[in-house]
């Protein structure tokens, strides 16, 4: 029980100070100040200890001493003994302890009370006196009180304070020799008016208790409102009224509270706001790792994101994680790691799709227990869309959509791979589109352009979904066909298959433009392999070596490739890179073949390359033009040839014996389909000064058929510049009198596989006849190739044949060679 002391004292300094050493003391006391006790004895019922001061000059103790009902304490005036006496022995008569203690100056005498109240309170606890267990009670209550961080006061039914601890004194800065007094609610209230303790509006009060305060609180009090004090504390006031009317009022120092959930509040606005300007959002996950916060403007704007609250990331499901990724996710958030940019393909009900990547890290409790985990995510749907545009053009053909040779590079990479786990065959099939190049040169890119897309959509449809068709470069088409057959023979049963479905498809007439029909045919090279497999460059280079012997059995044929012609296919691809080297090494050289009149003079030359390899020596033209066309180096040959031949025929200008001499120069038919080829010719011939009349282009007939008009166009605009033009291998192809006679030539030559027969052969012997009169009723000049006898000469002369080329005259020699054979010798 507390050990509750009635302090009476008229003098507030001194109760003050009392007071004070008393709550030094530590004691657990509830020191409660009471007024004199003039108004009756009712209000003193529970008491301890009664102290009784008089004030420095009083000499009359008060007619009501509460002797002999508590022990009691007397605090008299210096020499005041004589007042003691009486008082003492009215408490010894009741069987009550009674004391006295002089005052001293400065309060020397406080100590002394203090010392005088312990051992009188002792004495009351020894049982010589009884002490009431509610005496008890209120030493413990005291104590309690006195230990407790909030102020508490208590007020009777008249608003009149009877119980306070130290802390509200305190806290509200209440005089401690006004509380002594026992001052009413409304009386303290007055005083931190006139203090202005509430602010001139009261503004430091709010709301809640602002009207009560304004009214002297004498209304009924809100049960809670906030004040600031001017010292800056904030203090939660609680009233709570007691049955007999009375109050108990406590008053709470809450100022870390508010100020850390301003603080709070501060950083929660902060991270608002950032959320707010954040294109990303915030997410937060329970234990159980559903969605339990998701904040962030794109969330507000999006009913996707909002769609994730409450389910777990286990719930969602995501287009591009199969179950291995997200057992490996759950064993990072089993392991509790932190997870960075986790991304998830979100396929919408209504096929929209959505990226989003996210961040997390797990929320550990004190105890080391998951709460759950917490991160960021962020929309990534625009970076996945251009990245994958990024992949299209980088892996893709934009014409035809189809994997470009850079991913066939890589899928047939991973095809190797994976064919070491499958034993399976798998099967390259290389794909060419015979006289593409004529359709293209001749009716224009648009064209060419819908029929490759058109191939493209054919091939896709005739191979399996898991089989890969790219588009290798030009009209070439590359397909891969994977898993075909265990055995050897089956596999290739089924890789001609694909070929000849293939082929098929293509074979169909397409409709291109405005509805024409054109029909194209496809070679095709195919090549078989399974693990272990060889280098991918080598399995295309096989393919495409086996579409080439298509091509030279006739196109529109399936080749397989034959392991037995490896060598020559290797030597095939050895002297392409030669010669790729070879041209910038100026490694070709040019042999001239003299042209003879009827009378055996010398009127012209044709130039006919060589290339002089630096292992394999003088290469004649048979074994390198055909590569050359193939892998499209005929174009710089070509245009090597033209300088070289220009230059000749500029620095025979300059000979006399020579300067009357014309070159011809075989032009091929790439090099002439060429848009710039005229600009070219041209070029060449300003070039070196040389006399465009005596340069003469040797087309072939075949050459020419493809797009008449064009070539018409080519070869008039030369022409005009004075260019001449020949045709030759005349009688082997078409030959067709029509287009003959519209073409701008000026020469014909004939073949010489017919002038080689034509003294044993009555066929050639009749095509020769023909040739030579419908040379002269066209009016074009004649040259017969070939000639290597004596008697085949004197035939063509006897027909009129006026000029002769072949082995009987010369041999296509070196340039000095022939100069030394025309001029003079120095001799
Ligand atoms: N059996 C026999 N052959 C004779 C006789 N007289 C000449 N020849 C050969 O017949 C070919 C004539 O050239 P071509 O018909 O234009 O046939 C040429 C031409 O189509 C092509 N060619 C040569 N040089 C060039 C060039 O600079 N550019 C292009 N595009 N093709 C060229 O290579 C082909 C072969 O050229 P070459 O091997 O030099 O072979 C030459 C020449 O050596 C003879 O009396 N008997």
Redesign the pocket.
Known sequence: MTTRIAWIDPDPAHARRALQLLALRDRGWLVMPVPRPDAGATALQDWSAVVLCLGEGERQLPDWVPAGRWPLLLCLPPDGEALAAPVLRTASRAGCLADYVLRGGEGDHLPELVRQLDLLLAHGGTGQLPVPLLQVQLQRMQTALGSMSQGILQTDAAGRVNVYNPRVLELLNLPAELMATQPTLAELTQLQIQRNDFGTQCELIDVRGRSYVLAGALDAPPDLYWRRTRDGRMLEVRTRTLPDGGLVRTFADVSDHVRVQSELQRSEERFRSLCDLSSDWYWEQDAQLRFTDIAGVAVRQDARLQGLQGHSLWDIAAANMDEADWASHRARVQARETFRDLELKRIAQDGSVMWISLSGEPIVDKSGALQGYRGVGRNITERKRVEGEIERLAFYDPLTGLPNRRLLMDRLQRLCAALERSKRYAALLFIDLDHFKNLNDTRGHDLGDQLLAQVARRLRHCVRASDTVARFGGDEFVVLADALAFDPAQARLDAQRVALKAAQALCEPYVLGDGETYHSTPSIGVTMFRHPVLAPEELLRQADFAMYQAKGAGRNVVRFFDPSLLAQMRARAELETDLRLGLPRDELV??Y?PVVDAGGATIAA?????WQHPQRGLL???EF?ELAEQSGL?LA??RW?LDAACRQLAQWAGQPGLRELSVS????AR?FRQSGFAQEVLAAVQASGARPERLRL?LTESLMLSDIEESIAKMAYLRAQGVSFSL??FGTGYSSLSYLKRLPLDQL?I??TFV?DVLSDPNDAAIVRTILALAQSLDLGVVA????TDSQLEFLRQHGCPAF????FG??VPAALLESSLLPSAA
Do not use: C, F, H, T
């Open positions: 040019l042999y073949q044709e130039a006919l390359v060589r004649a033209p048979g033009i005929i040959l070509g040839v120069v075989n032009v091929s090099q040797e030759d291998d030559k073949d010489r080689r190739e070939g000639v290597e080329q072949g082995y009987l041999r296509p």
